[in-house]
């Protein structure tokens, strides 16, 4: 079946500027995670739902970044006013439980 | 909250050889430990997991070992091969909540 996708793959944009990364998760999946990963890094928590509902955004970098999910499915993160420090892989994943996470593709974006 | 720590960061090992990843956790209610596998550029994915009503689990040559009363839980990679070569990050789930938390991660470098 399908898995967890992510759009778009690259995203090169001007520091300033917002941007969007979208998450489709692999249908039937409750639980939906997003981690940002820098070059040779780890896997930095940002923000998860359960459902629709978000009860963990402690990882969240600042209050550019902002994150929903409807119909408990698709999510977008957004990222305001972006800076170069932001420039990362940023991954999805989804899970059926909140155990086994299965990931996404990733975003790499590159802020100028 | 849950911490979780893992050792070594860069492990290099001859090929044929053993590799040992070890990783402790802070939360005894911890009860879902997952190793994930990340291959250069590609994203996450999980190669075993274990419980915490469960001391080992094996497929082929990897295997994974839980102490729950010690709080730490190891990956064992025998007959090492060069498809091994990947970073690995092993991750621990609180019981009270869904969301995993990842160890910093392990390169692991197979010499041929």
């Known amino acids: 079946g399908a898995g967890v996708s992510q759009s778009p793959s690259n995203k090169v944009t001007e520091k300033g500027k917002d941007v969007e990364l979208r998450c489709d998760p692999i249908?039937?999946?409750?639980?939906l995670y997003w981690y940002r990963q820098s070059l040779g890094q780890g896997l930095e928590f940002l923000i998860y739902f359960q459902g629709n509902s978000a009860p963990d955004k402690s990882g969240l970098p600042s209050d550019r970044f902002s994150a929903e999910r409807t119909g408990g499915s698709v999510s977008t993160l957004t990222i305001q006013r972006t800076q170069q420090e932001d420039s990362a892989v940023y991954l999805c994943a989804s899970s059926p439980s909140g155990e086994t996470q299965y990931f996404g593709p990733g975003t790499r974006l590159l802020v100028l | 909250g849950e911490n979780v720590e893992q050792h070594p960061s860069t492990l290099s090992v001859q090929e044929g050889d053993s590799a040992v990843i070890k990783c402790t956790y802070s939360d005894s209610a911890s009860n879902y430990f997952p190793w994930y596998k990340q291959e250069l550029g590609k994203r996450p994915q999980l190669i075993i997991d274990?419980?915490?009503?469960?001391g080992e689990k094996k497929d082929q040559r990897i295997a994974v070992t839980l102490n729950k009363t010690a709080k730490h839980f190891s990956l064992h990679i025998t007959e090492t091969q060069p498809e091994d070569s990947a970073v690995y990050f092993c991750?621990?789930?609180?019981?009270?909540?869904?969301?995993?938390?990842f160890g910093s991660g392990t390169r692991l470098s197979i010499r041929p």
């Open positions: 991750a621990a789930t609180p019981r009270s909540a869904s969301k995993i938390i």
């Open positions: 274990i419980r915490s009503n469960v």
């Open positions: 249908s039937g999946h409750t639980a």
